[in-house]
T-cell receptor, first 110, second 113 residues
């Protein structure tokens, strides 16, 4: 079963705009990770945030985590055409197994 | 530096046939995972190995599925008597001990006709 749920399911933005997607989960976690998947390919790890962290940055990515609400958000700033992909949050309860959500499909229009 | 590789990339088979997929992890990684992903969904955990030991199997993994990792290197996933519901992308990932981030291969897309 999938623990996480992403919102929205799909997002279409203009190049240069910011994209924000949210993830909610159900059980306690050790860390939460975000992955990107280009059409029909494997997943690429983007960023990891631990349960005792509230915010993390990596390049144009900003992730927040609110463990009291069991939710996380991923912000991509100044989007580019190459950011067109599906984005998945994945939770890890500390047992080194990932439980993924259904993903948010992001389309960046030129 | 080679990443995780999977073979074949695509497999079309008739219902009832057996299929076997191979995954070669990043060489120094001792943990190896198999996931299944259907259209429009995120990957679902199937099983994982630490070295050659299979530590956990999901309830999704019916008796028709078996995975091995001889000598703690490459791994194989076999599906016996395939069914149309087995059509999916099968993803392999690997990582090192005490590391949470996983490195994924390109996947094997299985179509059962």
């Amino acid at each position: 079963s999938q623990q996480g749920e992403e919102d929205p399911q799909a997002l279409s933005i203009q190049e240069g705009e910011n994209a924000t997607m949210n993830c909610s989960y159900k059980t306690s976690i050790n860390n939460l990770q975000w992955y990107r998947q280009n059409s029909g390919r494997g997943l690429v790890h983007l960023i990891l945030i631990r349960s005792n962290e509230r915010e993390k940055h990596s390049g144009r990515l900003r992730v927040t985590l609110d463990t009291s609400k069991k939710s996380s958000s991923l912000l991509i700033t100044a989007s580019r055409a190459a950011d067109t992909a599906s984005y998945f949050c994945a939770t890890d309860a500390g047992d080194y197994k990932l439980s993924f959500g259904a993903g948010t499909t992001v389309t960046v229009r030129a | 530096d080679t990443g995780v590789s999977q073979d074949p990339r695509h497999k079309i088979t008739k219902r009832g046939q057996n299929v076997t997929f191979r995954c070669d992890p990043i060489s120094e990684h001792n943990r190896l995972y198999w996931y299944r992903q259907t259209l429009g969904q995120g990957p679902e955990f199937l099983t994982y190995f630490q070295n050659e030991a299979q530590l956990e199997k999901s309830r999704l993994l019916s008796d028709r599925f078996s995975a091995e990792r001889p000598k703690g290197s490459f791994s194989t996933l076999e599906i016996q008597r395939t069914e149309q519901g087995d059509s999916a992308m099968y993803l392999c990932a690997s990582t090192s001990a005490a590391v949470y981030e996983q490195y994924f291969g390109p996947g094997t897309r299985l179509t059962v006709t």
